[in-house]
C-alpha cells in the first residue's frame, strides 16, 4: 500500500479546521495528493517524510482557498457559517460509489471543531488561522509553519499569538456538561410552542445566527434577544407543519436536527452558559447538510 495513503485522515482534519468545509477540505486534500503523485518517482524518493510534505501543501492550498473565501463571503447571501458535522453513524453516507470512506467520518470531533471555535476562527486572517490551527491544534513546530507561510518562526509565533488573543477575548465556552439536558429542553418548549419556556432557557442577549445561503428561506440578519429567539423559533413550527425535531450531536456538542419526511432541512447547534442558551447557529444551505444524509 502507498505510505501516503495512511496521511489522509489527519490531511481532511487539518482542512476541515482551515476551512470549515467538508467539500472543501476534500478538494484540497486531492488536490494535495495529486500533487503528489505528480513529482517524478525520483523527487519523490528524496522526500523524507511525505506526510510532512502533504500536510505543507494541503495547509499552502487551505490557505490561497482561504484569501479567496474572504471575497467570496462578501458576495454571499445572509451570514455564512461553518458546515456542521455529524457523528460516525448518525448518517448513512458511508462511502462514494469508489468505496472510499465519507470524508466526514474521518474528522475527529473535539472542541476544535464545536461551532463556537470554529466561528471565531472565521474572524482570524487566513495566517492566523493557519498559524493557530497548525501549532494549537495540531502541535506543530513554528518552524515547519514558517514553510507554509513564507515568514519566518518569530513571525508565525506572533501570528499564532495573535489568534489566541481572539480565542481569548471571544471567551469560547468549553461545551457545558450540561448541555444535553438544555437542548432537550429546547427541543421540548419548541415542540410545544411554549414561547415562556423559550425564553426562559435562553439568555436574554442570546444571538441566533443563520445560514441559508440564500438557497432556501432563512433570516439574513442575526436575531438577537432571548424573547425575539423564542417567537421566532415558534413562528417558525407554525409555518412548518411536519416537522420532526431530533435530538443529535452536531460538531461534537449536543444540539437539533429538523427534518421532514425524512429529509434533513436544518442543523442546529447551541453555545450553553450557565444553564441558558447565549448562542444558535442554524444551518439550513443544503450544499452544507451532505453529510447529513
Not at 45 to 50: M, N
Not at 122 to 132: D, Q, Y
Not at 136 to 161: M, N, W
Not at 184 to 210: C, G, I, Q, Y
Request: contains cysteine.
Amino acid at each position: 500500500m502507498d505510505e501516503t495513503a495512511g496521511e489522509r485522515r489527519q490531511l481532511i482534519n487539518v482542512a476541515y479546521r482551515l476551512l470549515g468545509s467538508v467539500t472543501e477540505a476534500e478538494d484540497a486534500v486531492q488536490d494535495a495528493y495529486a500533487r503528489w503523485y505528480g513529482l517524478p518517482p525520483d523527487r519523490r524518493e528524496e522526500i523524507r517524510s511525505p506526510g510532512a510534505w502533504l500536510t505543507t501543501v494541503t495547509s499552502r492550498i487551505c490557505l490561497d482557498l482561504l484569501g479567496s473565501a474572504r471575497a467570496r463571503r462578501e458576495r454571499y447571501v445572509g451570514a455564512w457559517l461553518p458546515e456542521p458535522l455529524p457523528d460516525r453513524g448518525d448518517h448513512t453516507a458511508g462511502a462514494d460509489p469508489a468505496g472510499r470512506a465519507d470524508p466526514a467520518d474521518q474528522i475527529v470531533l473535539d472542541e476544535s471543531v464545536a461551532m463556537a471555535f470554529l466561528v471565531v476562527l472565521e474572524s482570524m486572517t487566513p495566517a492566523e488561522r493557519v498559524a493557530f490551527v497548525l501549532h494549537e491544534v495540531f502541535r506543530y513546530p513554528f518552524a515547519e509553519i514558517a514553510g507554509v507561510l513564507d515568514r519566518t518562526p518569530a513571525a508565525c509565533k506572533q501570528l499564532a499569538s495573535s489568534a489566541r488573543r481572539r480565542v481569548t477575548d471571544a471567551r469560547t465556552p468549553v461545551p457545558a456538561t450540561g448541555q444535553a439536558d438544555v437542548v432537550r429542553r429546547v427541543k421540548e418548549a419548541w415542540e410545544s410552542k411554549d414561547v415562556a419556556a423559550l425564553v426562559a432557557l435562553l439568555n436574554p442577549a442570546a444571538v441566533m445566527t443563520a445560514d441559508g445561503g440564500g438557497m432556501v428561506g432563512t433570516v439574513l440578519h442575526p436575531v438577537e434577544g432571548g424573547a425575539r429567539i423564542a417567537q421566532y423559533m415558534v413562528a417558525i413550527a407554525d409555518r412548518a407543519p411536519g416537522l420532526e425535531l431530533v435530538e443529535r450531536s452536531v460538531n461534537g456538542v449536543p444540539g437539533l436536527v429538523a427534518r421532514r419526511a425524512g429529509v434533513v432541512e436544518t442543523v442546529a447547534s447551541f453555545e450553553v452558559v450557565d444553564g441558558r442558551v447565549t448562542r444558535i447557529w442554524v444551518v439550513r444551505n443544503p450544499e452544507k447538510l451532505g453529510p447529513w444524509g
